[in-house]
């Protein structure tokens, strides 16, 4: 019987250490397909939640309708399926031309097409051994099994940024997992030919009348197994997305809130007794408090290092609470344990489709996090209703308050607000002031919180370019001193308001490249820089890097490369692959000019290890803020073989070389770490 135990465990803590090692792995081969959008982490998310379920959904059916020898053979069948189709099959083509216009169906095509049938073999396996075991142990549940499956899971999301991404290329990341899998698949044949050789061949009575189990589970006790995990990965959805769109859409910030998200699984059900609800709730209650108030404070900046932590802190609580007490009303009839967990990963489906896939539809403006923390007041007044008046009011209050709060919120994007939108590639918003005095009138682009191009409408300024595209910017000089008074040919990654159209002249040419076909909308209909301009101004719909492998050369004298998403960065744009094909669109002598403002990431050594592998070189330029003329702090890198325009005076006397720091690797599309280059101590 132990070493049964023994063999069963180790499987299904090799396959949750499988599950969640290709999560990341997969994510991040599609990011180039869709620029980089964080939103594809969340897509992603949605995707593995169910299959998930239809993994825990497979185990309810095969367990309840077939004998165990007919469960032995559809496994076997299963696993021998899925390891030829992995044998066969080639692994994730990120290519589809198309996946710009459709970002959520390319995603669950292509994941399907890739991992669809091992990731819901390697889902189904903790529930369906948990239920085979149980069968040897006189039908007791081995819950503790499912607290093991979840540390395999934690183990490999700290493995994957930490031990895999830094030292292996995507291509041996896929081996290696693939070779995983066929070990998996082979254990899976052991232990079903074990089942079959020690049990008997047909299915017996439900024997948890006879060890004196009778409770049935109640009605409420079925709708919290369903909601309490739904209010989590709502709040596993809505910090995750908190914190890759507004720092990097990088496997690191997927990996963070979901190894705490399975942390608190594996103490709620591995430690059930260590969980102390009078403690819990008032953590809780501190940390959605604390946060709703961040929340209403848009202007408010915290070191990277803090920020992860006060979240990473904010959602453990959150999501400890809503596991422990659904693991208190867990199912004592091994009959009714595959139900429980297909109630549990169907909350889990249903909390992450909402944040993913229902919020960008249904909201102009991000309201997620805020909704998650109000589901989980509600919840938390349910779960202790029966704890007496103190915890009923206490949570009526803070349930009523943070509705109030959705309310504020809406109030305050509404406020001085043109319009709203919001789609896959994020929420966009543009305001209209009259300040400053000077100004006359300012539109303000933003994504989120973060600003995206400003315009002044009074006579002096309505054609000035603002915020980070200054005459006194890398940007602006590049644009300046580029070409000697003939006409200019300039590309431009990203639209933004379409600021750098202000440098426009007679003769010369302007063509845009933009993923996001409303930030095109809005440039064209709520900013005049498009329309003002006296050059030729065009526009590319779809990821730059599509377009510009699509279009013959360009003859770019400048590409300005600015398709940063807050502080988000599109990781593909910045390759060495990347650098081969702007080498290719640019005329002889001709400038990439990098934006690299951040609060959270040193991008210049890295963009100095592309230019040295182009043979090519580079100048970092510094310029301050303006507040008088709209002009924001900004950081950009120049890079080119031509030295004689690094020569002239106005940019030899502001240009700086990049300093080489040791442990970076150069960046290309099958490798990439963002860990080497993080500021986690301030901006």
Known sequence: MRFSRILFGSVIFFSAFLLFLVEPLAAKQILPVLGGSSAVWITCLVFFQLMLLVGYLYAHWLTHRFSRAAQRNIHIAMLAIAFALLMVQSHLHPGMQSAAAHPVAAIFILLMASIGLPFFLLASTSPLLQVWLSWQQQNRIPYRLFALSNAGSLLALIAYPTLVEPYLSLRH??????????????LGFILARKMYASAPVTVPAPADEAIGETETSSRRQRWLWFLLPMAAAMQLSAVTEHLTQ??????????????????????????????????????????????????????????????????????????????????????RRASEATRFYLLLAAGGVAG???????????????????????????????????????????????????????????????????????????????????????????????????????????????????????????????LEHCCAGRPRNIGVVGLGAGTLAAYGQPGDRFRFYEINPEVITIAQHLFTYLRDSPAQVSIADGDARISLTQESS???????????????????????????????????????????????????????LLASSANMQSRIIDSPADSARGELAASWVLVSNNMDFFQQPEIASVARSIPAESGLQLWTDDYSSLLPIMKWLGH
């Open 173 to 186: 990341q896929w081996t290696i997992w693939s070779v995983g899998f066929a070990c998996y698949a082979i």
């Open 246 to 331: 507004n720092i990097a859409a990088i496997p690191l910030l997927w990996i963070l809130p979901l190894a705490v998200y399975l942390l608190s699984f594996i103490l709620a059900f591995d430690a059930p007794s260590l969980y102390r609800r009078w403690i819990v709730v008032r953590l809780l209650v501190v940390m959605l408090a604390s946060l709703g108030y961040m929340l209403t404070k848009t202007d408010m900046t915290l070191a990277i290092g803090i920020s992860i932590l006060f979240f990473l802190l904010e959602v453990f609580v959150a999501c400890y609470f809503c596991h422990a007490e659904v693991c208190a009303l867990r199912p």
């Open 352 to 478: 992450t489709f909402f944040i993913g896939i229902v919020c960008p539809y249904l909201f102009a403006a991000n309201y997620d996090t805020a909704i998650a923390f109000a589901v989980t007041a509600a919840l938390a007044l349910a779960v202790t209703w029966r704890d007496g008046w103190a915890q009923r009011l206490l949570w009526s209050t803070g349930t009523i308050l943070l509705c109030v709060l959705l309310g504020m919120l809406h109030i305050a994007y509404a406020r001085q607000s043109l319009i709203e939108m919001r789609s896959f590639y994020g929420s966009l918003r543009v305001t209209q002031t009259n300040s400053p005095p000077q100004a006359q009138t300012v539109r303000t682009l933003l994504n989120g919180a973060v600003q995206h191009g400003i315009q002044w409408f009074g006579p002096e300024f309505h054609r000035r370019p603002t915020t980070y595209y200054a005459e006194d910017s890398g940007a602006g000089l590049a």
């Open 554 to 608: 360009q003859h770019f004298d400048v590409l300005v490369v600015d398709a940063f998403s807050g502080d988000a960065i599109p990781v593909h744009l910045l390759t060495r692959e990347a650098m081969a094909l702007y080498q290719r669109h640019l005329a002889p002598g001709g400038i990439v000019a990098f934006h690299i403002s951040n609060q959270f990431l040193n991008l210049a050594p890295e963009v100095a």
